[in-house]
């Protein structure tokens, strides 16, 4: 029994300097480390558990290590931010030198329709990270179905921006009407173009789950970078929601 513990103890305690000269003189693996000895009258099996079975989205998850997506969309990503980035800095310093002009226009707003859009575009990204997951588990139906609600909820954030571009508008409050509103106009207009574009993306990752095929890998990134961008176009809201609604 000793001499049986003894070489348990002894496997267990090997160097990779003594695996690998294991390897040489061709000890299997299995046996080098998971070894079997005798107890008395018992048979003691140090072997590990067999893996369970893992499902597509775990096996996709090992791969994780890498970032979402292509690559070279990233470099677009934080160089749209940068820009942005450059806009709201101009946004605020002009904002310093005029703090009462700015605080009176942003007020004649108000926050309802900021914030419901502000819910819509949270409520689509979380759509989004439930479509992704869906994908990677080759739930490819959930996939598009909520995909679809994303889109859904992107055209209703248009649909209230232009109503709201409408009443200012028809309000004397246009573009011009004063700096805050030529800043307002150029951010939320700029902001709306990539809403736009990001309803495209959306189609197309409805177009992909809807396949009924396991997801490839060019298929996963080409979703996944689609969830990027949308993602994105939340980010920048969140942004711009505070500075032009809430900052009094």
Not at 89 to 105: I, K, Q, T
Request: aromatic share 10%; charged share 15%.
């Amino acid at each position: 029994m000793g001499n049986a513990l003894f070489g348990v103890m002894l496997q267990f305690c090997k160097t990779p300097a003594d695996d690998a000269a294991d390897r040489g003189k061709g000890v299997p693996q299995r046996l080098k480390h998971w070894p079997q000895a005798k107890l008395g009258g018992l048979m003691l099996d140090t072997a590990p558990p067999r893996a369970m079975s893992r499902t597509p989205f775990a096996r996709m998850e090992e791969q994780h290590g890498r970032i979402p997506g292509e690559a070279g969309l990233w470099v677009f990503l934080f160089g749209d931010m940068a820009i942005f980035l450059v806009f709201f800095v101009s946004y605020l310093s002009e904002r310093a030198a005029a703090p009462a002009l700015f605080a009176s226009s942003s007020a004649e707003i108000g926050v309802t329709t900021g914030l419901v859009n502000t819910i819509i575009l949270l409520s689509s990204s979380l759509l989004v990270v439930v479509g992704v997951n869906a994908m990677r588990g080759n739930a490819n139906r959930l996939a598009a179905l909520v995909f679809s609600a994303a889109l859904v909820c992107g055209f209703v954030f248009i649909t209230l921006k232009t109503a709201e571009y409408v009443h200012l508008v028809q309000a004397g409050n246009g573009p011009g009407s004063n700096l805050y509103y030529t800043y307002f106009f150029i951010l939320t207009g700029t902001h709306l173009m990539h809403v736009l574009i990001g309803l495209v993306t959306l189609g197309m990752m409805i177009a992909t789950v809807r396949r009924n095929t396991a997801p490839s890998g060019k298929d996963v990134r080409l979703v996944e970078s689609c969830a990027c961008y949308w993602h994105l176009v939340d980010l920048l809201w969140m942004v711009i929601f505070p500075l032009l609604y809430l900052l009094g």
